[in-house]
C-alpha cells in the first residue's frame, strides 16, 4: 500500500495518455461484458436447462403439432415421470416490436415441471380459476408496466383474432438468469377461440424423467413409441433441444470468441505501447529508485502494477458500465430474454483485464528492471 | 583524514586500494582509473577536481556502488563494497549512501515529501515514523514549508535541497554529490554548499563531492585532482591532514 502513490501518480502523469488507454480498455471491457450477455441471452436455454428434462417435438418441425393423445401415452413410457405441455401463441401487444413469447400451458402440470418458477399463492389459484387468465413474467410487466387486475389484448397472428387475457398473476424466476419474459395463458382458451385445424393438438411436450443417467434411454424410448406414426415425433434432452435452437443463429461462441480475441489483442498493442512510453520516457527516475535503493525486482514489480491497475481499472468501469446497461434490460424488445451479466462472467472480465495488464507490463518491466543506473543516469 | 597514497592508516572510513576501470569503446581501450587509492576518515568533506573525462563521476559511480570496478577493490567501514553484487549491494546502498546528482533528480509527480520519503519506503519504518523522518530532513533544508509542493513549483536552488534531504533522510554513512552546484547560479550555490559543509561540521557526515567548480571545492576540507586515472593532492597539498 506504501507504493500505491508512487504507482498511481506515474500512472496519471501524462493524463491525455493515461485517459486514453483507459478509455481503450473500458470500451473492450464494456464489449466484452455485453458480447458475453448476448451470449448468455442466445444460448440462455442452455445454461438453465433442467437435466432431467426432455423436450418432445413433431419430428418434421418445432411448428407441427403433436396429438394432445400422447399426453397418456408419454406417461405410460418407462422412466417418465411426469409431462406437460405448450403451444406457441405468436401474438402481437400494440406493435410487432413488442415482442416476448406467449404460451398456451396445462397449468397445474406446467408449474410442477418448471419449480425455478415461482407465483404468489393467491395469484395462482385467481389464475387456475379464470379462462381467460394468463400470468407473465416478471420482466414483462415491468417492460410494459403492467399490473395484476389489467386487461391485456394480444393481436393473433397464427391464431386470427383480437385476444383478451387478465393478468392474475406475476412469476419470478428463483435463479437470477431465469427468463422471466413469458406470458402464460390456459391451453383450454385456446381450444375454444382457436381454429378447427388446432383442436387436439399442442405444440410440444416436455417430460420429466426419473434419473438423469435414464435419458438417453427415454429420448429412444419415446421416439421409438411414436415411429411410424402419423406424428413421429423427435425427442432430446432440454440441454441439446436450447442448443440447437440456438445454433440456429449460428456459433455464437465462435463468434464471440473472434471479436473477443481480436478486441483483446488490439488493447494488448495499445496498452503495451503506452507502458512502454511511460518506462521509456523515465529511465532517469528508474535508475534514481536504485540509486536510492529499489531492487531490480522491485522496480520490475512497480512497472508491473502500474499495467495492472491501469488494466483493472479500466475493466472495473468497463465492466461496471456493462453491468449497468443489463439492468436496464433487454434492448431488443424481447429478442434476448435473459439480458444478464453473471458475476462470475465479470470476474472472468476482470482476470482478462488483469492478463492485458500483466501482458502488456512485461516487456517494459523487465526493460526497467535489466537497466543499467549508470548508464541511465547518463541519459538524464 | 584523507590520504591517496595507498599506506595503510587506521580509522579510514573509506579504503580504495588500486582501483582500475577500463572501458572499452570498439577496439579501443580507456582506461579511466588506474592503480587509484584512496582513504577518507568519517566527517571528512573531500572534493575531487579535474578535466572533463578525467573520470571523477566514474570514481563516485564506483564508491556508490553503482558501478564495478575493472581492478582493485573499496571497503567502507567493515564492508568491501567490491565483493558485493544484486540484491546485497542495492541493501548496502540503501542503507550507507546518499547520492545529490547535478541535476537533481527528483520524481516529477512526487511531492517534496513522497521525494524525501522514497528511501524510507524501502525500510519497516511506520508512516508516522517515516513522516517525522522526513518533515526532519526538510527542515534540516528549510524546507519545512515546502512539502508538499513539486518540483516544478520550486526554483533550482530548492531542488537541490529537496535531493539533499532525500539524500540523507535515511542516515547514510557518507554522501555522495555529483557535481551538486553545476546547474545553479551563485547565490543558490553558496546556500547548497553551506547546507553540506553544515551536514559535515554540524551532523559529522561524510561527504564527497566532484566540482570542475574552484569556488565550490573551496568549501571541501580536502581538494584532490584527478589526472591520468590517479588522484594527486591539489596544489594546496592539503591532503594527509
Not at chain 2, 573525462?53 to 563516485?60: D, P
Not at chain 2, 525500510?123 to 515546502?146: F, I, K, P, Y
Request: net charge neutral; charged share 20%; glycine share 10%.
Amino acid at each position: 500500500m506504501k507504493y500505491l502513490p508512487l504507482i498511481v501518480r506515474n500512472l496519471f502523469r501524462k493524463k491525455t495518455r493515461a485517459f486514453l488507454t483507459l478509455g481503450s480498455i473500458a470500451v473492450a471491457l464494456f464489449l466484452f461484458g455485453l458480447l458475453v450477455t448476448v451470449e448468455t441471452a442466445l444460448s440462455q436455454g442452455v445454461e438453465v436447462a433442467g437435466a432431467d428434462r426432455l423436450v418432445v417435438i413433431n419430428r418434421v418441425s418445432l411448428i407441427q403439432p403433436l396429438p394432445i393423445a400422447y399426453r397418456d401415452r408419454l406417461l405410460q413410457i418407462p422412466g417418465v415421470t411426469a409431462v406437460t405441455y405448450a403451444s406457441w401463441f405468436g401474438g402481437v401487444y400494440q406493435d410487432e416490436r413488442n415482442f416476448f413469447p406467449q404460451f398456451a400451458i396445462d397449468p397445474e402440470s406446467f408449474l410442477k415441471m418448471y419449480p425455478e418458477y415461482s407465483v404468489p399463492p393467491a395469484q395462482w389459484k385467481t389464475f387456475l380459476g379464470d379462462r381467460e387468465g394468463c400470468v407473465v413474467g416478471q420482466a414483462t410487466a415491468k417492460r410494459f408496466g403492467w399490473k395484476v387486475g389489467d386487461r391485456i389484448p394480444l393481436r393473433g397472428t397464427i391464431f386470427p383474432g383480437t385476444w383478451e387475457f387478465n393478468l392474475d398473476g406475476i412469476y419470478t424466476g428463483k435463479r437470477p438468469d431465469d427468463d422471466t419474459t413469458q406470458f402464460w395463458f390456459h391451453r383450454k382458451y385456446l381450444e375454444e377461440r382457436g381454429p378447427e385445424w388446432f383442436k387436439g393438438y399442442v405444440g410440444w411436450y416436455v417430460v420429466r424423467v426419473d434419473n438423469p443417467d435414464h435419458a438417453v434411454d427415454v429420448v429412444k424410448a419415446i421416439d421409438a413409441r411414436f415411429a411410424n406414426s402419423a406424428w413421429e415425433t423427435h425427442t432430446d434432452t432440454e440441454k441439446a433441444f436450447a442448443a440447437s435452437f440456438a445454433k440456429q443463429i449460428g456459433n455464437i461462441r465462435f463468434i464471440i470468441l473472434s471479436i473477443g480475441g481480436v478486441v483483446f489483442f488490439t488493447l494488448l498493442l495499445v496498452t503495451g505501447n503506452t507502458m512502454a512510453m511511460a518506462v521509456r520516457e523515465r529511465i532517469g527516475e528508474l535508475a534514481v529508485l536504485k540509486t536510492v535503493g529499489f531492487t531490480d525486482a522491485g522496480v520490475l514489480g512497480l512497472v508491473l502494477a502500474e499495467a495492472l491497475t491501469l488494466a483493472l481499472l479500466g475493466g472495473v468501469i468497463g465492466l461496471g458500465l456493462a453491468k449497468a446497461f443489463t439492468l436496464s434490460g433487454d434492448p431488443t424488445g424481447g429478442l434476448l430474454p435473459i439480458f444478464y451479466l453473471a458475476p462470475w462472467k465479470m470476474a472472468l472480465g476482470l482476470l482478462l483485464a488483469a492478463m492485458v495488464g500483466v501482458l502488456s507490463g512485461i516487456v517494459p518491466a523487465v526493460t526497467a528492471m535489466r537497466l543499467k543506473i549508470v548508464d541511465a543516469l547518463r541519459r538524464v | 583524514m584523507v590520504r591517496v597514497d595507498g599506506s595503510d592508516v587506521d580509522g579510514s572510513l573509506i579504503r580504495v586500494r588500486n582501483l582500475d576501470k577500463t572501458y572499452r569503446r570498439g577496439s579501443e581501450e580507456i582506461h579511466v582509473l588506474q592503480g587509484l587509492n584512496l582513504d577518507v576518515g568519517a566527517g571528512e568533506f573531500v572534493a575531487f577536481m579535474g578535466p572533463s573525462g578525467s573520470g571523477k563521476t566514474t570514481l563516485l559511480n564506483l564508491l556508490g556502488g553503482l558501478d564495478t570496478p575493472s581492478a582493485g577493490s573499496i571497503r567502507v567501514g567493515e564492508d568491501t563494497v567490491t565483493a558485493m553484487s544484486g540484491r546485497r549491494l542495492t541493501g548496502w546502498r540503501a542503507r550507507h549512501v546518499g547520492f545529490v546528482f547535478q541535476m537533481y533528480n527528483l520524481i516529477p509527480v512526487l511531492t517534496a515529501f513522497q521525494n524525501v520519503e522514497l528511501p524510507l519506503l524501502l525500510t519497516n519504518l511506520s508512516r508516522a515514523e517515516r513522516r517525522r523522518h522526513v518533515e526532519t530532513a526538510l527542515s534540516l533544508m528549510g524546507l519545512s514549508d515546502r512539502m508538499k509542493h513539486y518540483p516544478r513549483q520550486l526554483s533550482g536552488g530548492q531542488e537541490q535541497r529537496v535531493a539533499i534531504a532525500r539524500a540523507i533522510v535515511a542516515d547514510p554513512t557518507f554522501l555522495l554529490c555529483d557535481e551538486p552546484t553545476g546547474d545553479l547560479d551563485r547565490k543558490s550555490a553558496d546556500e547548497i554548499l553551506g547546507l553540506i559543509s553544515a551536514l559535515v561540521s554540524e551532523h559529522g557526515k561524510t561527504v564527497l563531492m566532484v566540482t570542475h567548480d574552484p569556488r565550490a571545492a573551496e568549501w571541501a576540507n580536502v581538494i584532490l585532482h584527478l589526472e591520468k586515472g590517479a588522484l594527486v593532492d591539489s596544489p594546496q597539498g592539503n591532503a594527509g591532514s
